[in-house]
């Protein structure tokens, strides 16, 4: 079964003398790291991937998106969002099994998005929801090398699997349909949306690194709000119940070693008031992550203008 970046497997086959350069091409996990970074299906979360050999992968994502209407009818709507972006995943590689040999490998990538999601009511509650994203980002690795025998085998990797940067450019294409309903004087939704991802690099800091690679994904988002009859501060708290479930197709699904992943959690949501009308609400939510080889959390702060 694929790992998530499989660095383990390409130093003990050096240790052993195998050739490298008949090994893994490491250009789609790279290419997978932006896509976790930049897509905004993912969510802002600590992720841990836990390999075949016993490591485990963590990864962190931070991102502060922002969404406004540029267009707004009785039949259709356009929007614009943008977003910042950070990830961050550490991996420590046991080199050799002497104790000490150890390779600390850690990649940060940080980059920005603009994209424009377009709603067209079909009916009063079904809607079609194209949508194209467009982002640059920077991802770069940092690694220290541990031991007498994993530094005589330093020279092999160093520029190429350790040490190195490069730019790239995600683009994002999607389609998709929501459908949402009242309870009360909430409403509730369920999304459905399939997206092809392109990651290419540029201004490599080694040929080794370049990279251009395709992902495909499909996804299923339900936030279902169920007003209560609790006040805090004068204000009525609403209860989210909040789903989802992501699953990757096509010729690179198992890079990360899952096809599907899901996620589930609660939360809470406050009236935002300004000059005594309601300009949204408030939403504090938890939910945890789940895949074949992940587990995650993700607690959140954010903004439902509903």
Partial sequence: MATYILLLI??????????????????IDYAFLLFMAMSPDFSAANYTFHNDDG?????????????????????????IQVALAYLRTNEFIQTFPSP?????????????????????NISERFKFTP??????????????????????????????????STNASVSNIGLGFSYNWKWLDRTSSIKADAYHVLVDSFDESNSAVEFKEHANMMTVRADMIFPTRTYLYGERLDIVTLLGANNFFGENRRTLGYTSSYQAG????????????????????GQVLWAENMRGWLVSIGYNPQ
């Fill in 10 to 27: 390409c130093s003990v086959e050096s240790a052993y003398g195998a050739n490298s350069s008949g090994g893994k091409n490491y250009g």
């Fill in 100 to 120: 000490g040999e150890r390779i600390d490998s850690l990649w940060e990538s940080y980059g920005s998005s603009l994209g424009f999601l377009y709603e067209y």
């Fill in 131 to 164: 949508s194209a994203h467009f982002g640059l980002a920077r991802l770069q690795n940092q690694a220290s090398y541990s031991g007498v025998l994993t530094n005589l085998i330093k020279d092999q990797y160093e520029g190429t699997l350790f040490n190195w």
């Fill in 266 to 285: 609660v939360g809470a949501e406050i009236p935002l008031k300004l000059e005594q009308s309601i300009k949204g609400h408030l939403r504090f939510s």
């Fill in 55 to 79: 490591t485990n992968v963590d990864t962190s994502i931070a991102r502060m998106p922002y969404t406004v209407d540029i267009m707004r009818n009785t039949a259709s709507r356009v929007q």
